[in-house]
Each structure stands twice: as C-alpha cells, then as structure tokens.
C-alpha cells in the first residue's frame, strides 16, 4: 500500500508561480513512476507531467515550457513547479504514484488562479 499526499496548493495571482510537492511513502519509491493530474469543475481528470522513475519528465502541451517536475529519491519526493500561471490552470492538483501495477491518488490540492 502507497500513501500519496500532496502539498503546495493555494491562491495565486495571474502570472505568478506556485511550487506543489507529492510524497509517496509505504513502497519503493524509486521503482514507482509519478505523476501530476488535475481536474477542473465539471470536466474530467486530466494528466499534466509525468516523472518516470528514472527521471524522464514529460508534459502536456499546456504544461510545456511553464511547469517542471522534480523528483527526489531520497526524500521520495515529486515537485512540480508551476510558473506563468493563468487563470485556465486554476483546478485541483492530484498526485499518482504507479508502483508494482498499482495506481495510488493522493487527495488533491487546490490551486486557484485569479487576481
């Protein structure tokens, strides 16, 4: 079992920055493949970045070129940094962890973009 939390969410002006941290604690982590999802009111979940356990990142096309996933192996970490947002990133934040052919969510975090 993989217990996925994740931390970071908040309100934030358009244009500003804001950094969401994932820690996924109860498997090996450095076999487990993360990544970042969100979902927007009434629409459905939607994949953002992908942080795969040897480090390969990739990204939505909405993501590309503003967010940044890190992670941490030893800290069993993922970061996602999120910069130049707008107010069409505003939703709430979940984390995956994918470890052994299991998907583990984390609770989600809300991330409200507006001035």
């Known amino acids: 079992q993989v217990r996925v939390v994740e931390s970071g969410g908040g309100l934030v002006q358009p244009g500003g920055s804001l950094r969401l941290s994932c820690v996924a604690s109860?498997?090996?982590?450095?076999?487990?493949?993360m990544a970042w999802y969100r979902q927007k009111p009434g629409r459905q979940r939607e994949w953002v970045a992908g942080?795969?356990?040897?480090?390969?990142?990739n990204y939505d096309n909405s993501a590309k070129g503003r967010f940044t996933a890190a992670r941490d192996n030893v800290k069993n970490t993922i970061d996602l940094q999120m910069n130049s947002l707008t107010p069409f990133d505003t939703a709430v934040y979940y984390c995956l962890a994918y470890y052994l052919g299991t998907s583990y969510w984390g609770q989600g975090t809300q991330v409200t973009v507006s001035s």
């Open positions: 942080i795969q356990r040897d480090g390969t990142t």
């Open positions: 109860g498997g090996q982590f450095s076999s487990t493949d």
